[in-house]
């Protein structure tokens, strides 16, 4: 059982702190803009594909689940969403998070992504479904081929390396459709660098508030 701490971030949208590994689930300079510039910004809203099928690693808050269900819905683009969570909150928690207030009262949609049963796929609406996973993404086996967008969303590498070891990436290449995209936060050289090794063709993106950079791999057309 895991202890958070509920905080504020600079844009009014909420994070959680944990202090057993000391991190953030989000940015402290604002949780909703960091989300918006890492994966919808530099991630879905750049995909070449008319349905999007996503993976998001670490499901946390719902928020980036929330931001890609309201972006399909404005698109409307069928969206459908995989993402995988070992520790999920309870629903005491994922309540006190304001993501809905801050965007525009968007309680149900909020309410349907966390109240969706695990382990089976829910259409929370007529352009989003949700499959939550609940396991251990380090033992996990990925499909092949089957996501268009992956989120890598664990938390940062010098506090949870096991998820970001080159075996776990080698299957994240390999379950994207030729030119998916990773997204992901972290800048770091060896993360870079274990990227190209396993197949992507990187790019170095500036970050969100309070970060310089970030990553985006491609997986190169067949």
Known sequence: MRSYILQTTEDGSHTLYLP????????THGAIQESNHVFLKAGLHILPFEEWH???????TGLNAMLTALAASKAARRCFYTTIELFPLT????NQLNYADCLMDTSSLFNQI???A???AVDITP????HKIHADFTRFTMPTEAFSLIYFDAFAPDKQMEMWDKSLFIGLFKSLKPSGILVTYSAKGSIRRMMQDVGFLVERLPGPPGKHEMLRGRKPSA
Do not use: M, P
């Open 54 to 60: 996503v993976f998001e690693v670490g499901f946390g």
């Open 114 to 116: 966390h109240s969706a």
């Open 127 to 130: 352009y989003f479904q949700l």
């Open 91 to 94: 629903a005491a928690e994922a």
């Open 20 to 27: 057993e590994l000391n991190e953030h689930y989000h940015s």
């Open 118 to 120: 695990w382990d089976k």
